[in-house]
């Protein structure tokens, strides 16, 4: 069985940088497309972007320019980072996988618990 | 405001069939195809539908999708108490930016 697990600081001050982790456990990371996304309290869902086991990335047109998503093939892991944060940015922030094969074959199919992040000084 | 619009809220009692829309247009629903979620309180959501209209193994067949056009749609038969939930469809949109996944701003069920 497959899970995934969020990590990192539950609060970052205006400016600074987000740093999450998602720890794979029960199945390899080196396949699929890893994603994030995340859902601000009260709101709806928020994709932010994916890293596919070979590297290459894909982002939100919204946070492109604040978004680094990488991958840590002997860890199993994937990590986000969202730099000059704000207010704005205070969400359950969910890592979650994505199966994504032949045109209109795609699929969020396994979420982690989500971790909450509060954006304040 | 969401790229692809759902109505905020929808209800029924036990037993009836309820209907969920989602409206996009040519450069999303129109060319891709969509998923639903369902978001129980305090959890994160779990996948429903892919590819517009299949269900993952363990989803009841009540849940079934559509899609026709720019538009999607989520019925639920024989509504369950246990049904009450937000649900938000997804899907990719082909824009000058590049591919990114878009969602529905969610429909909350009240069952009642």
């Known amino acids: 069985q497959v899970l995934l697990q969020e990590s990192g600081p539950g609060l970052v001050k205006p400016s600074e940088t987000l740093s999450l982790t998602c720890t794979v456990s029960?199945?390899?990371?080196?396949?699929?497309?890893w994603s994030w996304i995340r859902q601000p309290p009260g709101k709806g869902l928020e994709w932010i972007g994916y890293?596919?086991?070979?590297?290459?990335?894909n982002s939100n047109p919204s946070l492109k320019s604040r978004v680094t998503i990488s991958l840590d093939t002997p860890k199993n892991q994937f990590s986000l980072e969202l730099n000059s944060v704000t207010a704005a940015d205070t969400a359950v922030y969910y890592c979650?996988?994505?199966?994504?094969?032949?045109?209109?074959?795609?699929?969020?199919?396994?979420w982690g618990r989500g971790t909450l992040v509060t954006v304040s000084s | 405001h969401s790229v692809l619009t759902q109505p905020p809220s929808a209800s029924g009692t036990p037993g009836q069939r309820v209907t969920i829309s989602c409206s996009g247009s040519s450069s999303n629903i129109g060319s891709n195809t969509v998923n639903w979620f369902q978001q129980l309180p305090g959890t994160a959501p779990k996948l429903l539908i892919y590819?517009?209209?299949q269900r993952p193994s363990g989803v009841p067949d009540r849940f079934s999708g559509s899609k026709s056009a720019t538009s999607a749609s989520l019925a639920i038969s024989g509504l369950q108490s246990e049904d009450e939930a937000d649900y938000y469809c997804?899907?990719?949109?082909?824009?000058?930016?590049?591919?990114?996944?878009?969602f529905g701003g969610g429909t909350k069920l009240t069952v009642l």
């Open positions: 590819s517009s209209n």
């Open positions: 890293v596919y086991y070979s590297g290459s990335t």
């Open positions: 029960g199945g390899s990371i080196s396949t699929y497309y």
């Open positions: 997804a899907t990719w949109d082909d824009s000058l930016n590049g591919p990114s996944v878009v």
């Open positions: 979650v996988r994505l199966d994504y094969g032949d045109p209109g074959f795609w699929y969020f199919d396994l």
